[in-house]
C-alpha cells in the first residue's frame, strides 16, 4: 500500500521536525550552562570574607516575608547580605569582643551605607550588647 504525501505536507513535516530537534538543543545546551555557572559560583565563595559594621533587624519586621520568600524571625539565626546567595551559612566575628555566631543568609540588605550585614536580634545578642546597636565584625562562609 502506497501513501500520497504532497510535496508541501513533506514540506511542513520536515519544518516542524527540525524546529522541535532545534529547540531540545537549545534546552540541552542552556541546561548544561546553568549547571557549569553554578558550580563556578559556588567556587568563588571558597575563602570569602568581609570585615565592616553588623547592625540587627528591628522588631518590626518579625514574620514579615524575607526575600528570600521566607518568614523573617527575629529569634532565628539569620541575616540579611546584599549579595551572598541564599542559604549560605557565615560565621559572624566580633572584631573587639572574639564572640561569633554562625548566621543564615535569608534576606537581602542592610541599606544602610557602610555596613555589611544585618543580623536578626538573637544573633545580634550573642555578638554584642543589644543597646549598642552596631558592631564592628568580620564575616567568612562556612564549609
Known amino acids: 500500500m502506497e501513501v500520497d ?8 513535516c520536515l519544518r516542524g521536525s527540525f524546529l522541535f530537534t532545534a529547540s531540545l538543543i537549545i534546552l540541552l545546551f542552556l541546561g548544561g550552562c546553568s549547571s557549569h555557572a553554578n558550580n563556578k559560583h559556588q567556587v568563588d ?5 568581609e570585615s565592616g559594621i553588623a547592625s540587627y533587624y528591628s522588631m518590626k519586621y518579625h514574620n514579615r516575608k524575607t526575600a528570600s ?3 523573617f524571625d527575629n529569634y532565628a539565626m539569620t541575616a ?4 551572598l546567595p541564599f542559604g549560605t551559612r557565615v560565621i559572624v566575628l566580633n572584631i573587639n569582643n572574639g564572640k561569633t555566631v554562625v548566621v543564615k543568609i535569608n534576606d537581602r540588605g542592610p541599606f544602610v551605607k557602610g555596613r555589611i550585614i544585618d543580623l536578626s536580634r538573637a544573633a545580634f545578642a550573642k555578638i554584642e550588647n543589644i543597646e549598642k ?7 567568612r562562609i562556612v564549609n
Not at 540579611?80 to 549579595?83: G, L, P, Q
Open 80 to 83: 540579611a547580605h546584599n549579595s
Open 5 to 12: 504525501i504532497d510535496s508541501k505536507t513533506f514540506c511542513y
Open 69 to 71: 520568600g521566607e518568614r
Open 45 to 49: 565563595l571558597a575563602g570569602y570574607s
Open 133 to 139: 546597636g552596631i558592631a564592628e565584625v568580620k564575616i
